[in-house]
């Protein structure tokens, strides 16, 4: 193997450094500025320029420019195909000319005009994934002598560089534009709609805590938008560059909340093949989310008690003391002081959580903000099933103000998504709203029933009603009760409910 010479070495060396650029300056402009200038003083070029094609005008523009006429060079553009430059950006072939002037392909006006006199140019393209996007050019050699075809290989390199810090910096863009539309389309998800008295106070009491790191505690029915409220209070403090996680507390079993929630070591439990990290880890720095906290069984009361305590705890399986910075929001549909109250909640627990208290208020209590929603989601459901003209009938809007939402605002929400999917295209009818009055039996249930036949009863007879208020539709019934979809399969075959 022929060992290379110190000259060989020291440029190897600078190259070397160079690539350490291309990963480490964010700043595209800088960058390229340093390529070039450093390939200028490599190959000891009495000029040096980095071009770049506008595909939309098929002009080559200077990006960067060295020498004594470099400012002034900048200022001019040239066509694809003109000249040294744009010959090799059309052919995508490099080109070494010892002579220009025995050329035809040369383009003398920017010398000419710049007073700026050119024996020789190397030039290679520049390209990123098989497209040309530019070229680099070098003039002329210090001290007089033609440009080698070595310097060529090594122009290619520095082309290569640049090339590569271009399509880094594109990715880099591209995934900042698409952090950028996700997060608007975020916030939109997540907006909260409405104008009301009594929403306006909930905000403002939102926008007052947000700055802090106060536990706050949300309470409201299923349906009202407590979570869009604990968003808004991550999104509006400090915070909002670090993670909001969020974790139903009602939908795991003690035993895998304790690890969704902590993490867990390899072999802490059967099925655990690997560690992994706990929403409180993964919300350090941010904000943790605990909804449903009021289902929370009491030996997990303890377990979270613990950590708000002491600030630390371990996963799974784990020895090793975990400290992270969370800000808790906690949410239940329950009346939790009552909880407290009959011992079903830890009072040392609920006074850590309910520093601040903001409750959310139900739809009915809200019904100037009806229009408003049902407006809202009328444009989000109308734009994914392409019908731009459809618009909601005055009566059928009638028909929402009055009607009492005991599913409140998720309950509007599918009813609009079902009359925009079900109606004719042109106008929200009243029909098209799976919404009903319910029905006041006073002799459903008469006496002389046992109290859990009263109550299995009720149940049927509630579930029947919703049922047919979804027009049979199980998500639909399940999300107004509140209840889990298989927890509903399982009650209508205990009932034995059919033909809905």
Request: charged share 30%.
């Amino acid at each position: 193997m022929r060992r290379l010479s110190s000259k060989e070495n020291s440029q190897l060396e600078r190259l070397r450094e160079i690539s350490s650029w291309v990963s480490s300056v964010l700043d595209l402009d800088q960058l390229l500025e340093l390529i070039i200038e450093k390939a200028t003083r490599m190959m000891r070029a009495k000029a040096s320029s980095l071009l770049l094609l506008d595909k939309k005008t098929g002009k080559l523009y200077f990006k960067v420019a060295t020498g004594e006429k470099g400012h002034e060079v900048r200022k001019y553009e040239i066509n694809l195909g003109q000249g040294i430059a744009g010959y090799v950006a059309q052919k995508g072939q490099p080109l070494l000319i010892p002579d220009v002037t025995n050329d035809p392909r040369w383009y003398k006006k920017i010398s000419e005009s710049t007073g700026f006199e050119t024996k020789s140019i190397a030039c290679v393209p520049m390209m990123v994934n098989g497209d040309i996007i530019g070229v680099v050019e070098i003039i002329d050699k210090e001290d007089g002598s033609s440009i080698q075809p070595d310097d060529m290989k090594l122009l290619t390199v520095f082309a290569e560089l640049a090339s590569l810090a271009i399509s880094n910096a594109q990715k880099i863009d591209q995934v900042r534009r698409e952090n950028k539309n996700l997060r608007e389309e975020l916030e939109q998800q997540y907006q909260i709609v409405g104008e009301s008295q009594a929403l306006a106070k909930v905000i403002s009491d939102a926008f007052k805590v947000a700055n802090s790191k106060t536990s706050t505690m949300i309470l409201g029915e299923s349906g009202t938008g407590k979570e869009l409220l604990a968003r808004l209070i991550h999104r509006a403090g400090p915070r909002k560059q670090k993670p909001m996680v969020v974790i139903n507390c009602a939908a795991l079993p003690d035993t895998l909340l304790e690890a969704e929630l902590f993490g867990h070591e390899r072999g802490a439990f059967t099925g655990a093949v690997a560690r992994k990290i706990g929403k409180f880890e993964l919300a350090d720095g941010g904000t943790i989310f605990l909804d449903e906290i009021g289902e929370m069984s009491p030996g997990m009361q303890a377990k979270l008690l613990r950590v708000l305590q002491e600030g630390v705890f371990y996963r799974v399986g784990g020895n090793v003391p975990i400290s992270v910075d969370v800000r808790v929001i906690s949410a239940t549909n329950r009346d939790i002081a009552k909880e407290v109250e009959e011992g079903r909640f830890r009072e040392d627990l609920y006074y850590r959580l309910n520093v601040v208290q903001i409750r959310m208020p139900s739809l009915r209590e809200r019904k100037e903000d009806i229009p408003l929603l049902a407006n809202h989601f009328l444009e989000i459901f109308k734009l994914e099933k392409g019908l731009p003209d459809l618009r909601i009938s005055k009566k059928a809007m009638e028909k929402m103000i009055n009607y009492e939402w005991p599913g409140n605002i998720r309950e509007l929400r599918n009813a609009m998504e079902r009359a925009v999917v079900m109606g004719d295209g042109r106008e929200i009818l009243p029909e098209d709203l799976p919404i009903f009055s319910p029905k006041k039996n006073s002799n459903s249930i008469t006496v002389g029933l046992t109290l859990k036949e009263a109550i299995n009863r009720f149940k049927k007879e509630f579930i029947i009603e919703t049922l047919r208020h979804t027009r049979g539709n199980r998500t639909q019934a399940a999300k107004i009760m509140d209840i889990q979809r298989t927890y509903l399969s399982r009650m209508i075959s205990k009932y034995n409910i059919h033909d809905i």
